[in-house]
């Protein structure tokens, strides 16, 4: 009972640290992962989350290689890269490089889970307002699909 208080405190801190940190970077924002979001780029980086899930999960045929979670954090590190060198765009070899390797990883999908493999190109490329919040896209997914399999046997 005592751990379960705790624990309890611990969320409570937790969730106060990040209602302040989404305070201090302005109005309307959500922490998520300690990364701090603005309300209005939510629903597109929810699309995001929902299109990798289901490409790496096969939810429309069959299922796609795991790289392409670190496919998409090296397009968010790449602007990151950019933002503290003060040079606001991508490089184009970079998106070059991320449209030839989800072209390559298009090939042997149904047309359904190929345009959701266009939908994320577009999502991510031609979308630049979303590209510093793909840290938590990409997180998220990933989280939301790793195999748990191995984390239930290991509890059992």
Known sequence: R????RDSYQAAHK?????DKAKK??????????ESLPWDKYPKIKE???????LLNGEKGKSLPRSLISLLYQI???KELKKRASSSEL????????????????KGLNDN?????????????????VIPCLNIATRVAD?????????????S
Do not use: P
Request: hydrophobic share 40%; with cysteine.
């Open 25 to 34: 970077e302005g109005r309307n924002r959500l922490v998520i992962f300690e």
């Open 91 to 106: 490089s184009m070899e970079r998106v070059w490089r991320f449209h030839y390797s989800l072209i390559k990883l298009m």
């Open 76 to 78: 968010y590190l790449e």
């Open 143 to 155: 989280y939301l699909t790793r195999e748990t399999k191995e984390v239930y046997n290991e509890l």
């Open 113 to 129: 889970q190929q345009k959701d493999l266009e939908r994320l190109l577009n999502l991510v490329i031609i979308n630049y307002e």
């Open 48 to 54: 995001i989350i929902t299109l990798v899930k289901n």
């Open 2 to 5: 005592q751990m379960c208080i």
């Open 15 to 19: 969730a106060g640290e990040a209602e």
